[in-house]
Every structure is written in structure tokens, then in C-alpha cells.
């Protein structure tokens, strides 16, 4: 079915695109898993990756993100979101494919393993400008989909699905990279094969979800309601202020949060497959996590949510320091502080994909989502790489220094936030008293 953005869709119509999403999820969480994070990681540092390769791995996806206004105007050019996304996240799965025969390659000893770095950097370049180009289009087209009072419940199901996928592969694609007969680098090649197959399939889901001509809305736009263009977005103080919190909050958070499992397996020595277990934990908390986060959002506000665990998430590493490989720290200590990761982290993922749908206008938010995509893609980018370039020097103390620096910018990261508004939810009482009192500490400091 083909309907307009402004066209009232029928129950059944959200009940078949809502399923075919949260498969669409699934499927697409398991191609994740191989393709990001960890696996990826521990498969540069078999190649010998150091500290600066292992930031542009993080960093790459994120500087990606500055592609997505062009995404955004060709998205609301288009005639179909379905079609886009087809022509875009398919050539983006299929890139992966070059990497994984490059794994032959450098067992034959056709490659050395510099060059399949440098090959790696490049596919996930690739990769994520092709996937950056669609992510505006894909949010446009789920803020249609979804209806507004079902966002929290829905997304936070949706992403229960993809990290119980998690859960159940990471350990388990780690125990097999690590056990398997053939090499680390041959078994990942295998393994980055089948998680091509399944992001197929995730986008083969789309073609059941309805479909949404980004044109057809336009016509019932009364005269006086001007789409929004990217310069309209800067004219909006309250997304200002959201695009200031985002922006800097990316860049706290990713200083450092690549370099948690690298910690581990470089500095520490810990098996990949303990590794993986304690990321897997993470990815429990989420499931069990997300949904009373989606439901407490719909009824508190996304912004209330979002300062609460925010505070709490600036705290976290610093939990990491005097981490060693002894027995209470590997069996007791990590267990417990990736479970307290994934059951906060959640909150803020979600949270600040709901806040930013809520204060963006209905009508053709393409650009909206997709400056505060670039704009914080390419701060999480230069926190990735800032981390890098610091982990490797000595001045402020490592791995440690820069996880203490990290925590302190989170927390002035999370100030701009406290000015922003959000639709349909009032502050609570502590938080605008708290605004209050920044204010007044302020002016007051302006005055003397």
C-alpha cells in the first residue's frame, strides 16, 4: 500500500508495518553484531590494529553521519521511502562481502594484514555512507508509521527484539570465532558472510511495511505551514538547544566508550569470549530494561528521563578504574557494571530518539533528523578520535586519564539540555528549580 505522509493509516496497516519492524530489527541487530563493535574490534587487533585505528574504527561510522542532510534532501525528493531505502541499505550490506573474501585472500597470503586493515577502514566507510544516506528517510518514515502515543511502548519492544538478538549472538559468535578449527581472522570472514544473508533479509522485511510518498503530503499543507528547510532548523531555538546537548553529549560519550572492551582484551588480556559474555549482559539489560523505560517515557517525558540516568551515566567510568584481571573484578565487578551499562545506556538511546521526534515538526522532518544526525555524528566522530589520540600518549594517564575526562564531560554535557522543551510533558519541579538556580548563578556572576 502507497499513501501520502499525511494520510491517516488504517489499524491493520500499522499493525503489519510495526511487526515487519521490529523483524526488520531483529535481522538487522544480528548484521550488526558482526559488523560493529566488538567482533570487528578483536578481528583489527588479530590483524595488529593499534590504539588510533581502533578510534577510527569508532570514529568512521559517526563522521558517516555528516552525509545524512544530502540523505535527507534526496529522501524528500523521492516518490517512495520504501524504494529509497532498498537502493540505499542493500548496496550498503553488500559492500561487506568485499571484506569478507579479502579474509581468503590474506590466508593465502595475498594480503598482508596492514592492507586488510586499510581495507576494513574502507569498506566501513562505505558501508556507513551508504547507511547514512538512509537514516533520515527510514526515522521520516517510522515518525509516520508509529503514532505519537505509541512511541515509547513500540520502540522500546522494537529494541528489546534487536538486543535479545544480541544477547543470544555475541557470546555465542564469540565462543565460535574463538574455538573454531581455522584461524581468528577465516572464522570471522564465515561469520561476516552469514550476517550479509541476514541484512538482506532485514531489509527484504521493508517491502511488507506500507509504503510513504514524502510528495503526497504536500498538497494538504495548508499555505501558510512552509516546509521545513535546513535553515529553517537553525531558526528554532528550542531544536538549537537540542542539537547543543546532543552534540556535546556524543562526543563525551564516545571519548571513551570504544575503548571499554579494548581495555579488556588489549591491556587486560581477557579472552574474547569473556568479552563478549560481558557485552552480552549488557544487551540482557537492555531487554529487560526497554520497555519499562518506553512506558515510564510516555507518562514522565523523554527529557526527564533523559537527566535522571544521564547524571547516572556520567558516573560509570569511573567505576572502571582499579579494573584488573583478578578474580573479583572478572567474575563479580564487570558482570555487574555491564548490566548497570546496558539498563542505562538504554534509557538515553531511546530517550533521545523520542525527544528528538517529539520537537521535530510533523511534516517533512527529514532535515530535522538529519542535522542532528551529521551534527552529532561528527562530534561522537572527533570524541572517537580525540580518545584514540589520547589513549596512546602518556599525559593524562591512559586509558584511566582519559576515562576520568570523559566523565566530566558528560556531565557539562547534559546542562544544555535542561533548557529544552518538550511537547506534551511538563518539567518536573526538581529540574526546573535546578534550571532556576543555573540561571541565577549566571546572571549573577555576569553582574559582578
Given at each position: 500500500?502507497?499513501?501520502?505522509?499525511?494520510?491517516?493509516?488504517?489499524?491493520?496497516?500499522?499493525?503489519?508495518?510495526?511487526?515487519?519492524?521490529?523483524?526488520?530489527?531483529?535481522?538487522?541487530?544480528?548484521?550488526?553484531?558482526?559488523?560493529?563493535?566488538?567482533?570487528?574490534?578483536?578481528?583489527?587487533?588479530?590483524?595488529?590494529?593499534?590504539?588510533?585505528?581502533?578510534?577510527?574504527?569508532?570514529?568512521?561510522?559517526?563522521?558517516?553521519?555528516?552525509?545524512?542532510?544530502?540523505?535527507?534532501?534526496?529522501?524528500?525528493?523521492?516518490?517512495?521511502?520504501?524504494?529509497?531505502?532498498?537502493?540505499?541499505?542493500?548496496?550498503?550490506?553488500?559492500?561487506?562481502?568485499?571484506?569478507?573474501?579479502?579474509?581468503?585472500?590474506?590466508?593465502?597470503?595475498?594480503?598482508?594484514?596492514?592492507?586488510?586493515?586499510?581495507?576494513?577502514?574502507?569498506?566501513?566507510?562505505?558501508?556507513?555512507?551508504?547507511?547514512?544516506?538512509?537514516?533520515?528517510?527510514?526515522?521520516?518514515?517510522?515518525?509516520?508509521?508509529?503514532?505519537?502515543?505509541?512511541?515509547?511502548?513500540?520502540?522500546?519492544?522494537?529494541?528489546?527484539?534487536?538486543?535479545?538478538?544480541?544477547?543470544?549472538?555475541?557470546?555465542?559468535?564469540g565462543l565460535l570465532v574463538s574455538r573454531w578449527q581455522v584461524s581468528t581472522v577465516e572464522s570471522y570472514g564465515l561469520i561476516l558472510t552469514v550476517a550479509v544473508v541476514a541484512g538482506l533479509i532485514s531489509v527484504s522485511f521493508q517491502l511488507l511495511m506500507t509504503d510513504v510518498n514524502p510528495q503526497q503530503?504536500?498538497?494538504?499543507?495548508?499555505?501558510?505551514?512552509?516546509?521545513p528547510t535546513f535553515l529553517t532548523v537553525f531558526q528554532d531555538a528550542n531544536f538549537l538547544k537540542f542539537l547543543v546537548f546532543n552534540s556535546l553529549w556524543m562526543f563525551a560519550v564516545n571519548s571513551s566508550a570504544p575503548f571499554f572492551n579494548i581495555y579488556l582484551l588489549k591491556d587486560l588480556g581477557l579472552?574474547?569470549?569473556?568479552?563478549?559474555?560481558?557485552?552480552?549482559?549488557?544487551?540482557?539489560?537492555?531487554?529487560?530494561?526497554?520497555?519499562?523505560?518506553?512506558?515510564?517515557?510516555?507518562?514522565?517525558?523523554?527529557?526527564?528521563?533523559?537527566?535522571?540516568?544521564?547524571?547516572?551515566?556520567?558516573?560509570?567510568?569511573?567505576?572502571?578504574?582499579?579494573?584488573?584481571?583478578?578474580?573479583?573484578?572478572?567474575?563479580?565487578?564487570?558482570?555487574?557494571?555491564?548490566?548497570?551499562?546496558?539498563?542505562?545506556?538504554?534509557?538515553?538511546?531511546?530517550?533521545?530518539?523520542?525527544?528528538?521526534?517529539?520537537?521535530?515538526?510533523?511534516?517533512?522532518?527529514?532535515?530535522?533528523?538529519?542535522?542532528?544526525?551529521?551534527?552529532?555524528?561528527?562530534?561522537?566522530?572527533?570524541?572517537?578520535?580525540?580518545?584514540?589520540?589520547?589513549?596512546?600518549?602518556?599525559?593524562?594517564?591512559?586509558?584511566?586519564?582519559?576515562?576520568?575526562?570523559?566523565?566530566?564531560?558528560?556531565?557539562?554535557?547534559?546542562?544544555?539540555?535542561?533548557?529544552?522543551?518538550?511537547?506534551?510533558?511538563?518539567?518536573?519541579?526538581?529540574?526546573?528549580?535546578?534550571?532556576?538556580?543555573?540561571?541565577?548563578?549566571?546572571?549573577?556572576?555576569?553582574?559582578?
Amino acid at each position: 500500500m502507497d499513501v501520502g505522509a499525511a494520510t491517516k493509516l488504517s489499524k491493520q496497516d500499522i499493525r503489519i508495518s510495526l511487526k515487519a519492524s521490529t523483524y526488520d530489527g531483529i535481522f538487522s541487530a544480528f548484521f550488526g553484531c558482526v559488523t560493529a563493535e566488538i567482533l570487528l574490534s578483536n578481528f583489527l587487533l588479530e590483524l595488529g590494529a593499534n590504539s588510533l585505528e581502533i578510534g577510527m574504527l569508532s570514529a568512521i561510522p559517526m563522521f558517516a553521519h555528516f552525509w545524512q542532510p544530502l540523505g535527507a534532501i534526496l529522501a524528500e525528493r523521492s516518490l517512495s521511502r520504501r524504494q529509497y531505502n532498498l537502493r540505499i541499505f542493500v548496496p550498503a550490506r553488500l559492500l561487506w562481502l568485499l571484506l569478507a573474501m579479502a579474509t581468503i585472500g590474506f590466508e593465502r597470503g595475498w594480503c598482508r594484514s596492514h592492507r586488510l586493515i586499510e581495507l576494513t577502514l574502507v569498506v566501513v566507510f562505505l558501508a556507513h555512507t551508504f547507511g547514512a544516506l538512509g537514516i533520515a528517510n527510514w526515522t521520516s518514515w517510522m515518525a509516520v508509521l508509529v503514532p505519537r502515543r505509541l512511541r515509547g511502548r513500540y520502540f522500546g519492544l522494537r529494541n528489546s527484539a534487536a538486543n535479545l538478538t544480541n544477547l543470544l549472538s555475541v557470546p555465542l559468535l564469540g565462543l565460535l570465532v574463538s574455538r573454531w578449527q581455522v584461524s581468528t581472522v577465516e572464522s570471522y570472514g564465515l561469520i561476516l558472510t552469514v550476517a550479509v544473508v541476514a541484512g538482506l533479509i532485514s531489509v527484504s522485511f521493508q517491502l511488507l511495511m506500507t509504503d510513504v510518498n514524502p510528495q503526497q503530503g504536500t498538497n494538504t499543507i495548508k499555505n501558510d505551514l512552509q516546509t521545513p528547510t535546513f535553515l529553517t532548523v537553525f531558526q528554532d531555538a528550542n531544536f538549537l538547544k537540542f542539537l547543543v546537548f546532543n552534540s556535546l553529549w556524543m562526543f563525551a560519550v564516545n571519548s571513551s566508550a570504544p575503548f571499554f572492551n579494548i581495555y579488556l582484551l588489549k591491556d587486560l588480556g581477557l579472552a574474547l569470549s569473556w568479552v563478549t559474555f560481558y557485552s552480552s549482559l549488557t544487551a540482557g539489560a537492555n531487554v529487560l530494561m526497554l520497555v519499562v523505560w518506553g512506558k515510564l517515557a510516555d507518562r514522565i517525558g523523554n527529557r526527564s528521563i533523559l537527566i535522571g540516568i544521564g547524571m547516572v551515566v556520567s558516573i560509570l567510568p569511573w567505576l572502571w578504574l582499579g579494573i584488573d584481571g583478578e578474580f573479583l573484578s572478572t567474575r563479580f565487578w564487570l558482570p555487574l557494571l555491564y548490566l548497570f551499562t546496558g539498563a542505562t545506556v538504554s534509557a538515553i538511546d531511546l530517550c533521545n530518539n523520542n525527544l528528538q521526534m517529539a520537537i521535530a515538526p510533523v511534516h517533512k522532518p527529514s532535515s530535522y533528523f538529519a542535522i542532528a544526525a551529521a551534527l552529532g555524528g561528527l562530534s561522537g566522530a572527533l570524541g572517537a578520535t580525540t580518545g584514540g589520540i589520547l589513549a596512546q600518549t602518556a599525559y593524562i594517564g591512559g586509558l584511566p586519564g582519559l576515562f576520568i575526562l570523559s566523565s566530566c564531560l558528560r556531565i557539562i554535557a547534559l546542562l544544555p539540555l535542561l533548557f529544552v522543551r518538550e511537547p506534551r510533558h511538563e518539567s518536573f519541579v526538581g529540574f526546573a528549580m535546578l534550571r532556576q538556580v543555573m540561571v541565577s548563578l549566571f546572571l549573577r556572576q555576569r553582574i559582578s
